[in-house]
């Protein structure tokens, strides 16, 4: 019913950049929060960034790892999800998950999904 696929993901030295996308398509009624997560080898899965709806205001918050260094936006029109990360440090490798709270048109029940992920290497 609804598919959340991240791209952007790559290998990149310490201080480059990257801008991750998450595209949400299928039978969507509407998208809540949504947000970006990320694990890493033998971690717990983090919350790295979150953004609410647009009924919401579209309030974002931050891990404090992050701060300062990386930006989640969203394109309501479009579906997608982005999260610009610049600086970035090698501790910022990890495994990053697009994740979304959507209503379906299908059944107007509230979801949470998950992407596949896309894979963030900083290395020098």
């Known amino acids: 019913q609804v598919q959340l696929v991240e791209s952007g993901g790559g290998l990149v030295q310490p201080g480059g950049s990257l801008r991750l996308s998450c595209v949400a398509s299928?039978?969507?009624?509407?998208?809540?929060?949504m947000g970006w997560y990320r694990q890493a080898p033998g971690q717990q899965r983090e919350l790295v960034a979150g953004?609410?709806?647009?009924?919401?205001?579209?309030?974002?918050n931050y891990a404090d790892s992050v701060k300062g260094r990386f930006t989640i936006s969203r394109d309501n029109a479009k579906n997608t999800m982005y999260l610009q990360m610049n600086s970035l440090k090698p501790e910022d490798t990890a495994v990053y998950y697009c994740n979304a709270d959507v209503i379906t048109r299908q059944t107007f029940t509230l979801r949470d999904y998950w992407g596949q992920g896309t894979q963030v290497t900083v290395s020098s």
């Open positions: 953004i609410t709806g647009i009924t919401r205001g579209g309030s974002t």
């Open positions: 299928g039978s969507i009624f509407s998208i809540n929060a």
